[in-house]
């Protein structure tokens, strides 16, 4: 059974973080959102908002679809 789709999302995130080799205190700062918030995302804790994922977009500098090719 696959993951749900927040885990999948937030590995996502995770994902292109460290390939980028930037902390979760980085990603804040670019994007505008709390490390607390980042944290939950990449755990799956959250159900982000089409507002969040455009801040973790721009916040990691890729396209919003980027974000969305999950395994």
Do not use: C, T
């Amino acid at each position: 059974m696959k993951q749900p789709i927040e885990q999948r999302f937030g590995h996502r995130i995770k994902e292109i973080r460290m390939f980028q080799k930037i902390s979760q205190e980085e990603l804040a700062w670019r994007s505008g959102l709390s490390k607390n918030y980042i944290s939950d995302v990449e755990n799956g804790r959250r159900n982000v908002s089409l507002r969040a994922i455009e801040k973790f977009a721009i916040g990691l500098d890729v396209d919003m679809a980027d974000l969305f090719r999950l395994k």
